[in-house]
């Protein structure tokens, strides 16, 4: 097993939480403060292969957590598209595997707390129906019964009656809908485009035809 020596450590010009560590083969290699520290090197000190190893897979798993916390900061994410997106950058597969483990852990990635949030922020504010729900929260590989359960929970909280007629009054027709069937025809088609199903559509638009 091939054994370097450490003959310099420097603090890196550009990034200052980040340390050079020059050995006696000529190989420079970069490492983060954290696992600096976490495995303590020193100058004289004589690494093995297998420390080398472990210094540069501790240090590409804090790359890896580090690029996630920052595309967690921006807003939640399901676990599907933050590893689509860390291995869009490159990162190795199975030390995004385990920073997504870790940071499920410790509570800062949580696939039902996503759904709940994403639906909640779609139906409110883009006031669509639960055909166009689920097509959405599909795209973000989420689990078949997790997406039903959020869409009926979301649903209750936001009746689809009380979207529809949000709608229908937001697009101004409110008085003539059940006057006009050409206008009704249109309305309809456009709550289809919404994702809301047939049976909805029609008890709501009767309720303005009755009135």
Sequence with gaps: MKKRKVVDIQVQKRRKNRRNIFLDDGSVFGVSEDVFFSIP??????ISDQIFNDILESDSKSKIYNSAINLLSYRMRSKSELND??????????????????LELKGYLDDEKFAYAFAKEKVKNKLIGPIALKFEMSSHKLDVELIDKTISSIYDMLPQKMIINRLITKWKVKD????????????????K???FYWDDIQRAINAFGDN
């Design 41 to 46: 090197i020193h100058i004289g000190d004589t």
């Design 85 to 102: 997106r860390l291995i869009r950058k490159n990162y190795n597969e199975d030390g995004i595997m385990d920073v997504i483990n870790n």
């Design 176 to 191: 003539i809908i059940g006057k006009d069937p050409k206008i009704k025809s249109k309305i309809i088609n456009r709550l």
């Design 193 to 195: 485009n919404k994702g």
